[in-house]
């Protein structure tokens, strides 16, 4: 039986209210990293119920549960434009300022250099065809907004340090999906037939400069709109038609509106928090917009512990799964270092900054949702189940050790 998107949307929220009040009670984890834990737990204990009584059905309807959530559509078309719209609200414009050189060549120039090394590297490893695995390269190396936005509201993190693993997890995300949907044209073909050099660069150019352009533009008359009243309620609403307005034009238009909502939150939460929003409508637009991340937040990590239901673990991938972690921190490595090389000549770092950048990195649900968009064959199922082993290894290991890395290097540092 088909579920209706009410009957899934549903499930999923008793399911993460529920193993929520679990996680608080009884495991004490990062919301975020208790949700994936319990949805792992539940998972993998469906399927030993199945193994061990035999005729259970449990674990066949669970995955045709999962099977009926379009993960990609759910994340890429549905939670990631309120998700980003939030997070951005709260990156101060001076902050991003001082760190913009930083931000830019991470989320630009090392995301492509994380994309060649690990795309070569699994081309070497697992010898499937170089522009699949430059495919697979693309969509690993983006920082998750969601997961590293999430990782900051528990741990105390520099204010510095901060601005730069936010800003980065802000914009990289757009930058990633932008070349991936690119290099995956290539790869499987397209509709559209347009893969030459310069095709690629008009491309890429109108999608993200596009998408920039176009959340400001959408960001500033918003502002001016809401400077002209003061009614917080329907202030609200303002700022939710901006994000799904802006999303879906920018979709419309083949720009890309994850950078698009980023745009238009950071204008919302400097000017307009600052000039066009009393301090009584500003309070209700700020805890509107956490309590949306939250609870989005909460859908989101539980999905991707439950979408293991549907990952093709297949023993002959064991070898490149066991790999792909540490080639995937080698290459977030040089991608951070190489600009902190360059811009140490014109600006100096706090103690830590390189390694509480790469093990702060996290991977998440845009991995995901990205590999599951791929099509049907082989190499999908390979890239799906590397994609799945090293967003899982990055929430739990490097989201639960992040916390210590900060203070031992600040330690270090005084």
């Avoid at 879906?248 to 238009?264: D, E, K, W």
């Avoid at 360059?342 to 950048?357: D, K, N």
Wanted: aromatic residues 8%; proline residues 4%; contains cysteine.
């Amino acid at each position: 039986m088909t579920m209706t998107i009410f009957e899934i949307s549903s499930v999923l929220i008793v399911l993460a209210a529920a193993f929520g009040w679990i996680n608080h009670i009884v495991l004490r984890l990062p919301p975020t990293i208790g949700l994936v834990v319990m949805g792992l737990a539940a998972s993998l204990g469906a399927m030993g119920l199945d193994w061990a009584i035999p005729g259970l059905t449990l674990v066949a309807d669970l995955r045709a549960f999962v099977a009926g959530i379009d993960f990609y559509e759910a994340l890429m078309n549905g939670m990631l434009g309120f998700i980003l719209f939030a997070g951005a609200l709260h990156v101060n414009f001076s902050d991003l300022a001082d760190e913009k050189w930083m931000v830019i060549l991470t989320a630009t120039i090392g995301l492509l250099i994380s994309t060649f090394i690990i795309g070569f590297a699994l081309y070497w490893l697992a010898g499937i065809p170089f522009i699949v695995a430059l495919v697979f390269g693309s969509l690993i190396s983006p920082t998750d907004p969601v997961a590293v936005l999430g990782m900051l509201k528990t741990i105390r993190v520099p204010r510095q340090l901060q601005t730069k693993i936010a800003g980065e997890s802000l914009f990289n995300d757009g930058v990633a999906v932008v070349v991936f949907l690119i290099l995956a044209a290539i790869a499987f073909g397209s509709d559209g037939g347009e893969t030459g050099v310069a095709d690629v660069a008009r491309l890429f150019v109108k999608e993200a400069l596009g998408g920039a352009l176009l959340g400001a533009a959408a960001g500033w008359f918003t502002c001016q709109l809401l400077a002209r009243v003061d009614e917080y309620v329907l202030e609200v609403l303002m700022t939710i038609a901006l994000v799904m307005g802006t999303y879906a034009l920018a979709m419309a238009l083949h720009m890309s509106g994850p950078i698009a909502v980023v745009l238009a939150g950071l204008l919302i939460g400097n000017s307009g928090f600052k000039y066009g929003m009393s301090e009584r409508t500003r309070l209700h637009v700020e805890r509107f917009w956490d309590l949306i991340d939250e609870i989005l937040n909460a859908a989101l990590f539980l999905l991707i512990g439950i979408e293991v239901l549907a990952i093709p673990f297949e023993r002959e991938s064991s070898p490149v799964v066991l790999a792909a972690v540490p080639l995937v921190l080698l290459a977030r490595v040089i991608a951070v270092g190489a600009p902190m090389a360059v811009l140490a000549r014109r600006q100096t770092f706090s103690p830590g900054t390189l390694p509480i950048l790469v093990w702060g990195g996290l991977r998440g649900g845009i991995s995901v949702a990205l590999a599951l968009s791929l099509p049907s064959g082989p190499e999908r199922d390979l890239l799906l189940t590397v994609t799945y082993c090293v967003v899982v290894f990055s929430i739990l290991v490097q989201g639960l050790t992040v916390g210590k890395l900060v203070a031992s290097e600040s330690a270090d540092g005084r």
